[in-house]
DNA sequence: CGGCTGGCGTCGT
DNA sequence: TACGACGCCAGCC
C-alpha cells in the first residue's frame, strides 16, 4: 500500500472535523490532476474504513457522493461532525470545504 | 436539470 | 507480465 493511497489518507487525516473536501481536491493533493475517479476507487476499496474519515469526502458539485456503508450513514456521521446536510446536498458547501 | 464523455489508478482475468 | 474493465467523480454539452 505504498502509493498514492498512502498519501491520500495521509491528506484526508489533515481534513479536521466539521469540515470537508472533494475527491478533486484531494486528488490533486496527492499530485494527480485528474485523478478523482482513482481516489474514489481507492476509498472504495479503503482496507481501512475505519481511520480513514472517507465521509468527510464529496463530490464537487456539493452532493455527497458515495459511500460503502450507504449515503444516510454518511450524512448522519457529517451532520454529526457539523456539516449539516439537505436534500442530499451539503449546506453552505464551500464554506465547509477544507483547502490543503 | 439530466445525460454523456473524459481521465487516472487499482483490481481481475 | 499484459490487457481490459471498473469505480464513493468532474465537467461540458
Excluded: W
Excluded at 53 to 60: A, E, L, T
Amino acid at each position: 500500500m505504498n502509493t498514492l493511497e498512502k498519501k491520500i489518507y495521509k491528506k484526508l487525516a489533515e481534513v479536521p472535523k466539521g469540515q470537508i473536501t472533494t475527491y478533486g481536491e484531494l486528488a490533486k493533493a496527492v499530485g494527480l490532476k485528474n485523478g478523482q475517479r482513482a481516489v474514489g476507487r481507492i476509498m472504495n476499496k479503503n482496507p481501512y474504513p475505519v481511520i480513514i474519515p472517507c465521509h468527510r469526502v464529496v463530490m464537487s458539485t456539493g452532493k455527497l457522493g458515495g459511500f460503502d456503508y450507504g449515503p444516510d450513514v454518511k450524512t448522519k456521521m457529517l451532520t454529526d461532525e457539523g456539516v449539516k446536510i439537505q436534500g442530499g446536498k451539503i449546506v453552505d458547501f464551500e464554506n465547509k470545504l477544507y483547502r490543503f
